[in-house]
């Protein structure tokens, strides 16, 4: 007895796009090995443009961000798998890049901890959990951001829904624009990266669009805030050599001063390179550049605003 043949690709009923067959990738096991990495790059060169078309979704999403942080909020982030993942590296990474102070991201993976390693059976699907995690650290005036290639994960649609009625702001990054959650949230961000070369598997193409959209989200808040100037990461934590040879070549292009006076002026400044900027450019005092930065919130271009407001009196 034969068996039957599979319906046509486009019979079968998916419930995301993410999820759909690609009839480009079809005998991707037969491609040589040159032509199977051609055709994953082709894929992939089509997510950047599908991220050019939500940038308005996203511009709203950073000023939510920005007045949620400036009053003293926090932005959270809620995801499964690795759009977790994904949230937890763009979170913990702010820290040391742009000295964000800890309590400002914060990042919830379905699953805990354990599940940065290791699949956690089920976690994705556990509304309450994503419920009960929103209600144990969201407030009024929060942002949260949830993060999902198919739109639908039961965690951080209930953890999203918490939070709205916690009198928090929701925003939703999906892999599917039509996602039936885009009415429940004040921002819809849905890229549309379409099938994967693997199908289904979300890793790929919307995984890349998420780094990429949470990427972009968080670095224009970072700017927003003051962290940082010109295109300088003026905010980095020098914790090895690398950084600390940053911090002085970031002072040598932005001041034009030689490679010695600036590595004086920071070691004076304590190794604040906010500080040595300041003072460096403005020719004020230390004394003068650090209560500049502390009036304006260690903003530098706002300090040095300041203190040629005061030279001008």
């Avoid at 009198?167 to 379409?194: K, M, Q, S, W």
């Amino acid at each position: 007895m034969t068996e039957a043949a599979p319906p046509p690709a486009a019979e079968v009923r998916v419930g995301s796009p993410t999820e759909a067959r690609n009839p480009r990738s079809r005998d991707l096991d037969l491609l040589p090995t040159r032509e199977l990495l051609r055709l994953i790059n082709e894929e992939d060169s089509t997510v950047a443009p599908a991220v050019g078309g939500v940038l308005d979704a996203m511009a709203t999403a950073v000023d939510l961000a920005v007045r949620a942080l400036r009053t003293g909020r926090r932005v959270h982030y809620f995801g499964a798998g690795t759009s977790g993942r994904l949230a937890v590296l763009d979170a913990v990474e702010l820290v040391p890049t742009y000295d964000a102070p800890g309590e400002w991201f914060c990042a919830h993976l379905a699953g805990g901890r354990a599940a940065m390693w290791r699949a956690v059976e089920d976690a994705e699907d556990d509304e309450l959990a994503g419920a009960r995690q929103a209600a144990a650290c969201l407030h009024e005036g929060d942002l949260a951001v949830g993060v999902t290639a198919s739109g639908r994960t039961p965690y951080v649609l209930s953890a999203l829904r918490a939070a709205r009625r916690l009198g928090a702001r929701a925003v939703l990054v999906a892999g599917d624009p039509t996602a039936a959650a885009r009415t429940e949230v004040d921002v819809f961000i849905g890229v549309e990266t379409g099938p994967e070369v693997v199908t289904g598997s979300t890793r790929m193409k919307a995984a890349t669009a998420q780094k990429l959209v949470l990427n972009a989200f968080s670095t224009a808040v970072m700017v927003r805030l003051g962290r940082v100037y010109s295109n300088f990461m003026i905010g980095m934590v020098a914790t090895n050599a690398k950084l600390r040879g940053r911090m002085i070549s970031i002072l040598v292009e932005a001041t034009g001063q030689p490679e010695e006076v600036c590595r004086s002026f920071l070691a004076d400044a304590g190794g604040d390179l906010r500080l040595a900027l300041v003072w460096l450019l403005s020719d004020a005092s230390r004394e003068d550049a650090r209560h500049a930065l502390d009036q304006s919130g260690q903003r530098v271009r706002d300090a040095l605003t300041l203190l040629a407001a005061s030279h001008a009196e």
